[in-house]
Structures are given as C-alpha cells and as structure tokens.
C-alpha cells in the first residue's frame, strides 16, 4: 500500500523553505520537492528522488536557479552500485546506496527507514552521494546514524558527519520532525 504525505520545513539553515510530495511504502520512496533558499544567496531548488526496494536511491533530479544561472542534476545509481552524474561516472561511490542532497531533510528518511532505527536500537556508518545546494557539487561523505530512543512522535537519530553532530527527531513514517540548525517541520 502507498501512502502519500505533503511535508514543509523551516529551514533555519538556508533561512528558507522546502515542500515535499512524498509517496512511500513496501520499501520505496518518491518525491518531489521545491524549496527557496537566502543563504548563501538567494536560489530556488526543484528536485525529483526515486529509490528502488529497501530505500536505495535510484535517481535524483536537482535543477538549482540563482540570479546568475540555472544548473542541473542527473544523479543516477544503477543495479550494480555504480554511479553517474549527468552520464559520467563517479569513482569512490560504490559503497553508498543513498544519496544526501544538502539542506534538505527529505534524504535523511532513506537510511533511518533501511536500517530500522525508528524502531531497533543501532548505529550505521554510511556513504552518501552528497549533493552540495546550490552549486550541485557531488561528493563522497560517510555519515553516522545512531539510534538514541523513541520520542513523542517517532524516535530521535544522532546525525554525525566530521566535526557536525546534530540529535534528529522523525515521526513515525521516518520523515524529519525536528533537525537542530538546519531545519524544524511546520505543521
């Protein structure tokens, strides 16, 4: 069964907004989002994410506008773990089965729902397809997720990546609540 879900954030971080169209259930997510950004400079951003079984991300379409121009994004992992961006591919990402577009609270919900940790007790250490907003830059980035508990509306995940540490609220489908200093769900 599907369930769909309109989502909008606050985000603190780009002293922005984001809204999403999500579809989930029996181990896929689509959605489509569009958010406005101020920081580093005005921008908008229109995305497109669709995974495969287990939340595996099988493509995410990005299109950033600034004042000075518009860029796209073909992100794309295939059946074989390889990924491409805008038909070149990428080395060093065969390991990473997500891919984390930045400032956006939507991509979090793939590994928390893969690995169970609305609900089991766990610590996971991820590589992502990190995609940098607005300049659309991919990079490698290992990232930690430890479960700390249930809270009123789901559980709380510490979200650990370098030196930056934050302790994520999600509800109960595994969409983020709260996310101290980048972004807070409005209801």
């Known amino acids: 069964m599907t369930t769909s879900r309109v989502l909008t954030w606050d985000v603190m971080a780009s002293r922005g907004y984001e809204t999403a169209w999500a579809e989930y259930g029996e181990g896929v997510l689509r959605a489509r989002g569009r958010a406005v950004g101020t920081l580093p400079a005005p921008y908008w951003v229109a995305y497109e994410l669709d995974t495969g079984d287990g939340f595996v991300t099988r493509r995410l379409r990005v299109t950033v506008e600034t004042a000075a121009r518009s860029r796209t994004l073909d992100l794309r992992r ?110």
């Open 78 to 187: 295939d059946e074989r773990g390889g990924w491409t961006a805008d038909g070149e591919r990428l080395p060093g990402f065969e390991d990473a089965l997500d891919c984390d577009l930045g400032l956006c609270p939507l991509t979090n919900t793939m590994p928390v729902l893969r690995h169970g940790l609305l609900r089991e007790p766990g610590e996971r250490r991820l590589l992502m397809a990190w995609v940098s907003v607005p300049d659309l830059t991919v990079r490698p980035s290992w990232q930690t997720y430890t479960r700390l508990g249930p809270s009123g509306r789901g559980a709380r995940v510490r979200y650990a990546s370098g030196s930056f540490r934050s302790d994520v609220e999600f509800d109960g489908d595994g969409f983020v609540v709260d996310y101290p200093q980048l972004a807070r769900r409005l209801a």
